[in-house]
């Protein structure tokens, strides 16, 4: 075989292997996406994906992205139209009454409460009520009120006429009557008279029938009191008080 034989040879061989070479890149690529995933395997790719990605892109509004009226499908409700309802306010009886007490058969109970300007209770003044109550055949209770009754304000509320206040605290399902009082007291002295003290009582007093829902009675009191000390004096007052209290109680019962 001549040198250029050999030659040519060399040159159809090489051109075979690049035909071939090209006819399976050819035949590589027009193979389905899947028959060549499954020949040449790729390795899985891991994508970082914020959740604000898959959020809907809002319309640009001045930069914010809060969602809009028109995004969320909601009418736009300006906040100071928003009405919140407050939940009631649960009355708590135990801490304003004895719950403790109920009615017994026919008897009439009536609850006292009386406050002095500056002080918790006026000295004597509900036990004289009492006295009375009880010559009327009417229980007197002096403890049905706890003290909160009157310092949150209840007291007043219900001795001005508000009705609620028996209503929330179910007072005429314990007692049938309340008497409600608010007084004060000045003092001067006469130095003439040795420093002789005078107490001048002052009393508005209102009976009120927490069952029907009535005043049973309405009235003012002045009266003076005279002794060496505050409280003699202002115990003076409160037995000169005494029977325009029992002329009270009487007629409002």
């Known amino acids: 075989m001549s040198e250029n034989d050999s030659l040519s040879k060399k040159w159809y061989y090489r051109f075979g292997v690049v035909v071939a070479l090209l006819s399976s890149l050819t035949l590589l690529f027009t193979l389905r996406k899947d028959i060549r995933e499954a020949i040449f395997p790729q390795e899985p790719t891991t994508s970082v994906r914020s959740d604000s990605a898959n959020l809907p892109r809002q319309p640009d509004s001045g930069g914010s992205n809060l969602p809009t009226a028109r995004t969320t499908g909601l009418s736009a409700t300006p906040a100071s139209e928003i009405s ?10 135990e801490r304003y009454i004895n719950t403790a007490m109920s009615k017994r058969g026919s008897i009439k109970r009536a609850a006292i409460l009386l406050e002095l300007e500056g002080r918790e209770s006026i000295p004597n003044v509900e036990s004289e009520i009492s006295a009375i109550l009880t010559k009327q055949g009417v229980e007197a ?86 002794g060496y000390t505050g409280n003699a004096a202002l115990q003076n007052a409160v037995e000169h008080l005494q029977p325009e209290l029992e002329s009270f109680v009487r007629k409002a019962f």
């Open 84 to 93: 919140v309802e407050a939940p009631p306010v649960k009355a708590h009886p």
């Open 141 to 226: 209770v002096q403890s049905f009120f706890k003290p909160a009754f009157a310092q949150d304000g209840k007291a007043k509320r219900l001795f001005s006429g508000d009705w609620t206040v028996s209503d929330q605290l179910q007072l005429a399902g314990h007692v049938d009557y309340a008497l409600i009082g608010f007084g004060k007291v000045s003092y001067s002295s006469n130095q003439e008279l040795g420093g002789l003290m005078t107490a001048n009582l002052e009393l508005a007093l209102k009976c009120l029938d927490l069952v029907s829902e009535s005043v049973c009675g309405n009235r003012s009191f002045a009266m003076p009191g005279a």
